[in-house]
């Protein structure tokens, strides 16, 4: 009788997961307004630049607006003066809206990617897949993404 017991509570769990996803994938489909599709970088000329990308899904779990949320503030407070000079931009994406992203960076799963821009045109990128086993530690989070950020920068020198 308690396996029956069980078993139901499974389903049921099952089944309102499976509603509560597909009704969050509907109503989470419309743009945010900060996410953009893959064009050439901002600024005067189309210069050499790094464009940091957060990409996510459609529907975000803690980790994924946390990836997202931290990697802004690593660029506000360590890279404050090369976005003002607009050396590195930074854009939100949703992967699952924006394919071409998906298909350029090869994602499959939230990340972030530091894509190189050199003369406006896109010459190769890092993603940054390890962000899912350092976001708990906040200092090896910002350590690794800080690091591919400056490796971005150096190549482009």
Not at 53 to 78: G, N, P, V
Request: hydrophobic share 40%; proline share 3%; glycine share 8%.
């Amino acid at each position: 009788m308690a396996f029956k017991r069980w078993t139901s509570r499974i389903l049921f769990a099952f089944v309102f997961v499976t509603i509560g996803f597909s009704l969050g994938r509907q109503t989470a489909s419309a743009p945010s307004g900060i996410d953009e599709p893959i064009s050439p970088p901002q600024g005067a000329g189309g210069g050499d630049k790094v464009v940091v990308y957060s990409a996510h899904m459609t529907f975000r779990c803690w980790e994924c607006t946390q990836i997202e949320h931290l990697t802004k503030e690593l660029l506000d407070s360590e890279f404050a003066q090369e976005q003002a000079s607009g050396r590195i931009e930074f854009r939100s994406v949703d992967y699952i809206q924006n394919t071409d992203i998906a298909r350029l960076f090869n994602i499959s799963s939230s990340t972030v990617v530091v894509a190189r821009f050199e003369n406006g045109k896109h010459v190769g990128f890092d993603r940054l897949d390890d962000v899912w086993t350092k976001i708990r530690n906040r200092d090896e989070f910002l350590s690794y993404v800080k690091s591919a950020i400056r490796s971005g920068l150096n190549q482009l020198d």
